[in-house]
């Protein structure tokens, strides 16, 4: 599979040394403990399944790194302030009642692409990537959940960030999509340096995964490291 990622700027992201770092990461809802003592590294060009059973508190570190929670105790050190940072959430964010190219092209960034038929070539790229090309001209209210959540992932990756956090980006997919949508992220990671956290409770998809793993319970950094541990 080739994956042209076009010639924006932001692509020339090195690898290796540490993106971002969490500090002793703490985040409370009120009474709530959400998150608790977090500690964590993540490497420039890593790519790190955040995993536990619903309530963990996925969600709410992936929402510390991107900045939209502010922690109680401790912090989260970079990423470096010109790193670009893309997120696909949970609710997916997406026009119900526009088509699936109207949904992309509203990630069209004059900074990041020549024009628009430089845009539309790697969008229709990702598109065949994805094998949603024919879906192109479908309202999103008509899609199911995990073409869906393909859209999402597809808008996200137009805007070429260097660090994506995914939050449940496959849950409406079964394991087998979800691992093929995995390999497309990795080819971008091959081919750009795309550092990428994924949040997912889906033990099989984190079972198959040859790399590192967080593991939260109940707030808590449980286990950091390889998945094969696990
Ligand atoms: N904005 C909020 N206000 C109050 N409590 C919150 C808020 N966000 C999260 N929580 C609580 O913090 C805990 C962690 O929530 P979080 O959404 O981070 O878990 P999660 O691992 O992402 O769960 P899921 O797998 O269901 O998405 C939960 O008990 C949740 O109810
Ligand atoms: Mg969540």
Redesign the pocket.
């Known amino acids: 599979m080739h994956l042209q990622t076009g010639t924006s700027h932001r692509n020339n992201f090195l690898r290796g040394g540490i993106l971002l770092t969490l500090e002793n990461l703490s985040a409370t809802?009120?009474q709530?403990k959400?998150l608790s003592k977090i500690n964590l590294k993540v490497s420039k060009g890593e790519m790190l399944f955040v995993t536990?059973?619903?309530?963990?508190?996925?969600?709410?570190?992936l929402r510390c790194i991107a900045g939209e929670v502010e922690p109680t105790k401790g912090r989260v050190n970079g990423p470096e302030r010109n790193v670009f940072i893309s997120r696909v959430f949970?609710d997916l964010r997406l026009i119900q009642d526009l088509s699936v190219w109207e949904n992309l092209r509203l990630s069209f960034d004059s900074l990041i692409y020549k024009n628009q038929k430089e845009f539309s070539e790697e969008a229709g790229q990702l598109c065949s990537f994805f094998s949603v090309k024919d879906r192109l001209n479908d309202k999103v209210m008509n899609l199911n959940g995990g073409l869906k959540q393909i859209i999402a992932l597809i808008r996200s990756l137009l805007s070429k960030p260097e660090l994506i956090l995914l939050d449940?980006p496959t849950s409406s997919l079964d394991t087998e999509s979800a691992l093929r949508v995995f390999e497309i992220l990795e080819k971008f990671n091959e081919k750009s340096g795309l550092t990428c956290i994924w949040?997912t409770?889906n033990r099989d998809l984190v079972k198959k995964f040859n790399g590192n793993i967080a593991y939260?319970d109940k707030?808590k950094l449980i286990y950091s490291g390889h998945a094969c541990f696990i």
Request: charged share 15%.
């Open positions: 809802f009120g709530k959400a536990g059973a619903s309530g963990a508190g996925k969600t709410t570190l949970q449940e949040a409770h939260l707030g």
